[in-house]
């Protein structure tokens, strides 16, 4: 029984992506990786710039179709359906509040409150629908002012102190 998109090619299931850049494209290889890893069937997963292309077959089958492939050939529909609808960034910044006198400074004591919005709404001007900028709890960071993470990269940030220069950091989330 065919898997819907993908074609079944010389013993084997295959389905192409096309995507704006390669960085995407690698993302989402290596997400394919983890998950061949949890279904212990390993595909061949190609990728360059704009272009990403699975097989999957059973070697040990005589590399023909088997419900292995299908299986993984659906959970690989799976994920790329929510990769299309999740965020391609998320910024997470720190708006932990320590009690006043505290040993550690914190970063909301820090206007981290201000900062993020100011970054939030200066991503939303620029039209990144697909980076999400969010408040976190403590990040430990602490003693060098606001922070914040953007992922995937795991990019450390120290904001600005004041709101203009935070809502530039929005030109680094492209």
Do not use: N
Request: aromatic share 6%.
């Amino acid at each position: 029984m065919p898997v819907s998109g993908w074609d079944e090619v010389d013993g084997g299931l295959e389905r192409s992506w096309s995507f704006d850049d390669m960085a995407e494209a690698a993302r989402c290889a290596q997400r394919i990786a983890v998950l061949c890893d949890e279904h212990d069937h390993h595909a061949d997963v190609t990728f360059g710039w704009g272009h990403l292309k699975v097989r999957t077959t059973t070697h040990d089958a005589g590399h023909t179709v088997t419900g292995k492939d299908r299986a993984l050939a659906e959970a690989v529909d799976a994920l790329m359906a929510e990769a299309s609808t999740s965020f391609r960034k998320h910024v997470f910044v720190c708006l932990h509040e320590r009690p006043e006198g505290a040993q550690r400074p914190s970063c909301g004591r820090r206007g981290s409150t201000e900062l993020m919005m100011a970054l939030k709404r200066s991503a939303k001007a620029m039209g990144l629908g697909d980076v999400r900028v969010q408040k976190s709890g403590c990040l430990d960071r602490c003693e060098e002012g606001p922070s914040a993470v953007v992922y995937p990269e795991a990019t450390w940030w120290t904001l600005p102190d004041d709101v203009e220069a935070a809502a530039a950091l929005a030109e680094h989330l492209r």
